[in-house]
């Protein structure tokens, strides 16, 4: 019985195994591309546990891990209250002291002032004198010789360095300022006395030559908390310091700490435990990825990877302060929309669970919050066709977030019990306009960052699907019977996607560039010959008619780099062929020698990796032949000729690795029979009307 049981268990484990396996072939990575994402995942999970390594195993705001008692009765400095001390105190104890290059600019404005002054003289009228002067002023400075006046400049100067040297503030009034120069210039009588005073306070007036000193401010702020004294916690013996799973406060933290109950080591256990933790976690995440998009690209797994290693820093860097909004939403969206919801989702998990700093030290709620807004915009985002709604996504989650939290605030506010979110409507509206800037900027970013990593989103398809491209506008005038073909192929293939729930947009645009590569040669394929006259049968060599046929795969591929196609829509292009037999030069080639090379007649491949490439291959196969079909063929004649060219394609291993299951081929069957329908449709003969002759 219990073998039994061993081998039923055994049988559903290999079962589950098999359904969660790709249905498609992995794309290939080098050696070299798996150490690079073995080391970015170290990278992360060092980040990760980086506070186990660094950080006191205690922390005020994290929950106490157990209960704890004073072993003696002490007095503790409160560290808490003497920070919020000192903070009160360098608000308003600033030691200004007088700053030399300050005064030595206000000296040069004296001078600059003192040489306007020297130019006004009774010929010169109209000029503007630097303040209002009184007639005997003027009488007096238009009469002063040059000795007198290099006497009364001197003793402005020294009147100057005096008030300098006391320190200027700029708030001072002028009136106060010219009183005291009068007190400088008491040696001079007048007009020499007013006319200096007020020299000096027009250019000293609203400036200063004070600076503070940081140091000095400091020793004031030391000498005034000596003289207040200390912040105190007396602490008797068995007095209880810490309840398991409360948060610790400043306090408790002072006393544990004095009794030597913070262990400020490297936690070198709960270091490797978190680090293990987040290595698994990255390398699940990167699995994950993987298993759901088959086709991912080296670097479309480092920028993931790159995305989280950027988040972990910002939570370590801001602590308890980070905004789990603002980390969380906008990479969640970058990318859902470049590699799937299921990416997306894999990601936010991996960034919600590895968290540096405790849940406590921030809020569970607001935590929760944010993961269920990013994890809306993953499911929304592989459904956006656009930038523009894109573009609505990015203001709605925003607004979203508002709504929830300011429900939480009014829940708040009527039961009195804190849920972690923002204490204010500001605060909301901050945080939410944060979040909102953040996913304008990625969206700003997007397309940067999809040429960059090869990432395919559905506004980008929807943009390669335009039929003025350059591309397809070439081939529509250099190749128009390929044209044709291609979009007879995109009508069968569409369908055939969406019978078996594939991706119609991929489908779609890479069957509009599945043979561009026809271009280098147009006349050579029989859709573009127009005139009837085959250029294959001048040629006379099936060994040189299969290297043209091939060339169209080569060429296609080198025009899709030239104009930039992402890689899975290059891929369309030699697996839409994979490795087919070119049957009717074969058979040329056979007739005239039987021992020929295979080989060479068949295509290069890749055969198909993707269930989209192998619906175009057997779109591709069947659009010629359910176009030839006659009039009077029926449905189940049209069936019957497509499952041939399906199960000849199968027999010849062209679907193995396209994940295609023999249902779906089904459904393609079925699909591909109701487009030629539709494509063969009855017309209704409408008369035509006999032509009027008209006399000359």
């Not at 660094?54 to 005020?60: D, F, I, K, S």
């Not at 002067?133 to 005096?162: F, I, K, M, Y």
């Not at 006391?166 to 020499?192: I, N």
């Amino acid at each position: 019985m219990t073998v039994f049981r061993l081998g039923r268990a055994n049988k559903l484990w290999w079962q589950l195994l098999r359904q969660e396996m790709p249905r498609q072939a992995l794309a290939i990575w080098r050696t070299r591309d798996l150490v690079a994402i073995a080391m970015v995942c170290v990278l992360v999970a060092f980040l990760s546990s980086w506070p186990w390594l660094v950080e006191p195993n205690l922390r005020p705001g994290v929950a106490a891990p157990a209960d704890t008692w004073a072993p003696k009765a002490a007095t503790v400095v409160d560290n808490d209250a003497l920070e919020q001390r000192r903070t009160q105190l360098g608000n308003r104890s600033h030691v200004q002291v007088v700053d030399q290059g300050l005064s030595l600019e206000l000296q040069q404005r004296l001078d600059r002032q003192l040489r306007q002054l020297e130019r006004l003289a009774p010929a010169a009228q109209g000029r503007v004198a630097p303040f209002d002067l009184t007639p005997q002023e003027e009488v007096w400075l238009n009469d002063l010789s040059p000795g007198p006046r290099r006497q009364w400049q001197r003793a402005l100067h020294g009147a100057a360095e005096r008030m300098l040297s006391q320190g200027l503030v700029a708030s001072l009034a002028s009136s106060q300022l010219e009183q005291a120069a009068r007190l400088q210039l008491a040696s001079l009588g007048e007009p020499a006395r007013s006319l200096g005073a007020k020299l000096l306070a027009n250019s000293f007036q609203g400036r200063s030559n004070l600076r503070i000193d940081a140091a000095l401010s400091q020793q004031l702020i030391e000498e005034a908390l000596t003289q207040q004294g200390l912040p105190l916690i007396h602490v008797k013996k068995g007095d209880l310091i810490t309840r398991r799973g409360e948060p610790i406060s400043p306090q408790s933290f002072d006393v544990l700490d004095y009794f030597g109950l913070v262990n400020r080591r490297p936690l070198v256990r709960a270091w490797l435990f978190h680090f293990s933790e987040a290595l698994a976690v990255s390398g699940v995440m990167v699995l994950l990825i993987r298993r759901w998009r088959a086709s991912l690209e080296p670097r479309q797994a480092l920028l993931a990877l790159a995305m989280l290693l950027v988040v972990q820093g910002l939570k370590l860097a801001l602590g308890a302060a980070v905004n789990p909004l603002a980390v969380l939403v906008a990479p969640t969206l970058l990318v859902a929309q470049g590699l799937g919801t299921a990416s997306g989702l894999a990601w936010l998990a991996a960034a919600s669970l590895l968290w540096p700093v405790p849940y406590e030290a921030m809020s569970e709620s607001r935590l929760l919050i944010a993961s269920a807004v990013a994890a809306v915009a993953a499911i929304l985002a592989g459904r956006q066709r656009s930038r523009a709604q894109l573009l609505q996504l990015a203001v709605l989650l925003p607004a979203g977030a508002l709504v929830v939290q300011w429900l939480l605030l009014q829940s708040t506010v009527l039961t009195g019990r804190s849920l972690g979110v923002p204490n204010s409507v500001a605060e909301l509206l901050g945080e939410a306009v944060l979040v909102g800037g953040l996913l304008m900027a990625g969206l700003l970013l997007a397309p940067l960052v999809e040429s960059s990593f090869g990432l395919l989103t559905r506004a980008r398809l929807l943009e390669l699907a335009d039929h003025e491209r350059p591309l397809l506008r070439r081939l529509s005038c250099e190749a128009a019977g390929t044209f044709e073909h291609t979009l007879m192929i995109c009508g069968l293939a569409e369908e055939g996607a969406r019978a078996i729930h594939a991706d119609v947009d991929l489908i779609r645009t890479g069957a509009l560039y599945h043979d561009v590569g026809k271009m280098h040669a147009p006349q050579w394929f029989i859709e573009n010959q127009a005139d009837g006259v085959n250029p294959h049968e001048a040629l006379d060599d099936p060994y040189a008619s299969a290297a043209i046929l091939q060339a169209h795969v080569d060429e296609g591929l080198k025009l899709a780099k030239r104009y930039h196609l992402p890689r899975p829509l290059a891929d369309f292009i030699p697996e839409h062929q994979g490795t087919l037999k070119m049957g009717y030069f074969l058979h040329q080639a056979r007739e005239r020698d039987p021992d020929f090379d295979e080989s060479r007649f068949r295509y290069r491949g890749p055969t198909p990796r993707s269930r989209e490439t192998g619906i175009l291959m057997l779109a591709d196969g069947c659009e010629a032949a359910l176009r030839s079909l006659p009039p009077d063929t029926s449905k189940a004649q049209a069936s019957e000729m497509v499952r041939r060219i399906v199960d000849a394609r199968q027999r010849d291993g062209q679907l193995a690795a396209s994940g295609l299951s023999r249902g779906e081929l089904e459904l393609l069957i079925q699909a591909f029979v109701a487009v030629w329908k539709r494509m063969r449709h009855r017309r209704i003969p409408y008369p035509i009307p006999a032509k009027k002759g008209y006399s000359a």
